[in-house]
T-cell receptor, first 115, second 119 residues
Framework: KQEVTQIPAALSVPEGENLVLNCSFTDSAIYNLQWFRQDPGKGLTSLLLIQSSQREQTSGRLNASLDKSSGRSTLYIAASQPGDSATYLCAVNRGSGGSNYKLTFGKGTLLTVNP | EAQVTQNPRYLITVTGKKLTVTCSQNMNHEYMSWYRQDPGLGLRQIYYSMNVEVTDKGDVPEGYKVSRKEKRNFPLILESPSPNQTSLYFC??????????????????FGAGSRLTVL
């Protein structure tokens, strides 16, 4: 059974810092991995999706990497801003067992960027 | 505007009273899915649908039913709600999740959530 772990559970940084959020998964036979952002009381917004054949994806100040063999993904946020404060979730589309349609989420990292 | 719409957004009900949470998307997406989010447990998948009339169980399907009679709608049915179904529910859709449509087709769009309380 796929398990997804995110470390740290919470992170507080001053504005302007570069930071890294971590995601690890137990079954490396994944189809893809997505990073989401969730603001309080809101739904999830997809930030980046990395297919299993890719090593990284970039969007603006965000860069996500994927190392399937070690079961790890990182989300790098450059020059953090108070507006980046949110919970960041990673989710793995499991391929093991033949289903590409199921999604397993980590519990998230609560990021606070202080002005 | 491309979106996933859930209704109701908030609902308080009593044990055993059947309810339906509706989900509708206007993007012609093939894939739709339901999740529940609970403190300490994170988001867990309830059911998903790969296309019209094709549905399958996620990790926590017990106590829920779904149907996909039209491409745009994917309602979540609680036939006899119990207090352990008190949760925040999210519906999501994508063009072709898990298929061969490339990374863009796999991106999930989420609804704003439905907070359900069962007394």
């Amino acid at each position: 059974k796929q398990e997804v772990t995110q470390i740290p559970a919470a992170l507080s940084v001053p504005e302007g810092e570069n930071l890294v959020l971590n995601c690890s998964f137990t079954d490396s036979a994944i189809y893809n991995l997505q990073w989401f952002r969730q603001d309080p009381g809101k739904g999830l917004t997809s930030l980046l999706l990395i297919q299993s054949s890719q090593r990284e994806q970039t969007s603006g100040r965000l860069n996500a990497s994927l190392d399937k063999s070690s079961g790890r993904s990182t989300l790098y946020i450059a020059a953090s801003q108070p507006g980046d404060s949110a919970t960041y979730l990673c989710a793995v589309n499991r391929g093991s067992g033949g289903s590409n349609y199921k999604l397993t989420f980590g519990k998230g990292t609560l990021l606070t960027v202080n002005p | 505007e491309a979106q996933v719409t859930q209704n109701p957004r908030y609902l308080i009900t009593v044990t055993g009273k059947k309810l339906t949470v509706t989900c509708s998307q206007n993007m012609n997406h093939e894939y739709m899915s339901w999740y529940r989010q609970d403190p300490g447990l994170g988001l867990r998948q309830i059911y998903y649908s790969m296309n019209v009339e094709v549905t399958d169980k996620g990790d926590v399907p017990e106590g829920y039913k779904v149907s996909r009679k039209e491409k745009r709608n994917f309602p979540l049915i609680l036939e006899s709600p119990s207090p352990n179904q008190t949760s925040l529910y999210f519906c999501a859709s994508s063009l072709s999740f898990g298929g061969t449509g490339g990374s863009g087709a796999n991106v999930l769009t989420f609804g704003a959530g439905s907070r359900l309380t069962v007394l």
